[in-house]
Antibody, heavy 121, light 107 residues
Framework: EVQLVESGGGLVQPGGSLKLSCAAS????????MHWVRQASGKGLEWVGR??????????AYAASVKGRFTISRDDSKNTAYLQMNSLKTEDTAVYYC????????????WGQGTLVTVSS | DIQMTQSPSTLSASVGDRVTITCRAS??????LAWYQQKPGKAPKLLIY???SLESGVPSRFSGSGSGTEFTLTISSLQPDDFATYYC?????????FGPGTKVDIK
């Protein structure tokens, strides 16, 4: 059974930093691209970024709204993906979901339960 | 960036109704479109990928169609479990983008 479990969310002041983790199990993590998607309360879904596999040089891509502030990384030995968030703004307040992209079909098929990040003074 | 729009934004329907939601892309995305269902407090669930492929385990009353810039999600006979918000998403190019959502509620 595929499982994605996010952790690391919480309350942080504007300008602060936070690192989210996504522990994966039930599939070949090292071969999969991993994405982060966020959702502000009562709002729609916003793609944040993704990291590809080692075979694809761990290539990353980011939404314009977070580029230069957020960094996605992964540790294949721990089956874990990370989202490092710096220079946080109040508009970054959201539930952050870790998701998996299927290698063959390219679909984003599995989602974690989400972790809440609140940026407030 | 590719902009995604959905219509309607809200849809009131009854159990047993046939429901259709439309999603449009600002430029051609071939068939690189997915549909998700989301219930309050829960993560989105994949229903349809590549515009018309039914995700494993998803009831056959859900179907998708379209290509290029116009797509539809159809629920052939609405069930009580289907009252939720539905999002389309393009994965033709980065940044990936979602539609604003269509809320299906009880008439």
């Amino acid at each position: 059974e595929v499982q994605l479990v996010e952790s690391g969310g919480g309350l942080v002041q504007p300008g602060g930093s936070l690192k989210l983790s996504c522990a994966a199990s039930g599939f070949t993590f090292s071969g999969s691209a991993m994405h982060w998607v966020r959702q502000a309360s009562g709002k729609g879904l916003e793609w944040v970024g993704r990291i590809r596999s080692k075979a694809n040089s761990y290539a990353t891509a980011y939404a314009a709204s977070v580029k230069g502030r957020f960094t996605i990384s992964r540790d294949d030995s721990k089956n874990t993906a990370y989202l490092q968030m710096n220079s946080l703004k109040t508009e970054d307040t959201a539930v952050y979901y870790c998701t998996r992209q299927d290698v063959v079909a390219a679909k984003i098929d599995y989602w974690g339960q989400g972790t809440l990040v609140t940026v407030s003074s | 960036d590719i902009q995604m729009t959905q219509s309607p934004s809200t849809l009131s329907a009854s159990v047993g109704d046939r429901v259709t939601i439309t999603c449009r892309a600002s430029q051609s995305i071939s068939s690189w479109l997915a549909w998700y269902q989301q219930k309050p407090g829960k993560a989105p669930k994949l229903l349809i990928y590549k515009a018309s492929s039914l995700e494993s385990g998803v009831p056959s009353r859900f179907s998708g169609s379209g290509s290029g810039t116009e797509f539809t999600l159809t629920i052939s006979s609405l069930q009580p479990d289907d009252f939720a918000t539905y999002y389309c998403q393009q994965y033709n190019s980065y940044p990936l983008t979602f539609g604003p959502g269509t809320k299906v509620d009880i008439k």
